[in-house]
């Protein structure tokens, strides 16, 4: 059973909101959203479909339009908002930034901090991301528990990432 200091500070939980973030964007549904909102607009602008297809010249209007809107929606919008909303959840919670013990079990992981104590097993979590500052442990699509990757050694959070994989049928 090994144990590890863990303190989640104001640039991990910033760079576990960015993560997710990203996350979203490499889904499908992204360019896909997309493709759908360039043919609604180019039909709103009085574009008979078969003109559409056949002149490309009135491409150029039905890609940069939705092109602007996709940008402002997926890319610029969400991630500052979401960096707004990491720093201000990080300054109302201050038990964020409490440390907690994290237990890697054989069962699943545990989390002690003070009196409070908490245990998940490796079922419990859907999914991992990781990139050069924080791991992500999701335990519902929307709900993390954010690891610092300094906190814990490669090694430790390649056999976390196994374990959770390995509890999801995902070998």
């Given at each position: 059973m090994d144990s590890y200091r863990v303190r989640i500070a104001?640039?991990?939980?910033?760079?576990?909101?960015?993560?997710?973030?990203?996350?979203i964007l490499r889904k499908p549904w992204i360019p896909l959203s997309w493709v759908v909102l360039v043919i609604v607009v180019s039909l709103v602008m009085g574009s008979d479909l078969?003109?559409?297809?056949?002149?490309?010249?009135?491409?150029v209007p039905a890609i940069a339009i939705p092109a602007v809107v996709w940008a402002l929606i997926y890319l610029l919008i969400p991630p500052f908002s979401a960096w707004i909303a990491a720093r201000w959840q990080y300054d109302r919670y201050p038990m964020l930034a409490r440390e907690t013990d994290l237990l890697v079990e054989e069962t699943g992981l545990k989390f002690l901090s003070g009196e409070?104590?908490?245990?998940h097993r490796w079922s419990d979590y859907l999914a991992i991301a990781e990139d050069r500052r924080?791991?992500?442990?999701?335990?519902?699509?929307?709900?993390?528990?954010?690891?610092?990757v300094d906190a814990v050694p490669?090694?430790?959070?390649?056999?976390?990432?196994?374990?959770?994989?390995?509890?999801?049928?995902?070998?």
């Open positions: 104001r640039q991990d939980f910033a760079a576990a909101y960015a993560l997710r973030w990203r996350c078969m003109k559409f297809l056949t002149r490309p010249s009135e491409l409070d104590h908490w245990t924080v791991m992500l442990l999701y335990v519902s699509p929307q709900l993390f528990q954010i690891l610092p490669a090694s430790v959070r390649e056999t976390i990432a196994r374990r959770i994989r390995e509890a999801n049928g995902k070998t």
